[in-house]
């Protein structure tokens, strides 16, 4: 994608971080609480409107092969309201020929608190070289706010199709 072109080069690599920062706190500014409901789809029931919380979007993810230790600690994070992307990289932000920026992908989207899509980011980033560190400052976040998130991101990795 562009923005991932833009990621693989120095001279526009900060001008991606910015706009990767801003689209992801734009996203983030959901909250679950304050999503319309479509007159479009009133007929489905509300709670198939409404993401799952990140914890059991994760425990499923496993398919039933999760180790006890690591759904209790899953358990134990904190519960949020953000709208969470959860795929949430470069290669999932297209630009238009008409210059619009969209946001695809939303497979894995959940609800949670903002730091959780921004470690699970954080981590995927990992892919990309030297750009993690200025990720989290434009997102105004600091790495020990994610840390308890990326242990379990990481854990959780092996579950991942």
Do not use: W
Request: with cysteine; proline share 7%; charged share 20%.
């Amino acid at each position: 994608t562009p923005l991932d072109q833009m990621f693989s080069h120095a001279q526009t690599r900060h001008q991606a971080i910015h706009l990767l920062a801003l689209l992801h706190r734009e996203l983030l500014s959901c909250h679950i609480t304050s999503l319309p409901i479509s007159p479009l789809i009133k007929e489905i029931p509300k709670v198939l409107c409404i993401p799952v919380p990140y914890q059991e979007y994760l425990i499923e993810s496993a398919h039933g092969q999760m180790e006890s230790a690591l759904e209790a600690q899953i358990r134990s994070l904190p519960s949020g309201d953000s709208l969470c992307h959860g795929d949430f990289h470069p290669g999932n932000i297209l630009l238009t020929p008409e210059g619009r920026v969209v946001v695809i992908d939303f497979m894995n989207v959940c609800r949670g608190p903002k730091e959780f899509d921004i470690a699970r980011t954080y981590f995927l980033l990992k892919n990309y070289d030297s750009v993690c560190e200025d990720y989290l400052e434009k997102m105004g976040v600091t790495h020990y706010q994610i840390e308890p998130y990326l242990s379990v991101i990481q854990a959780c990795r092996k579950y991942d199709v």
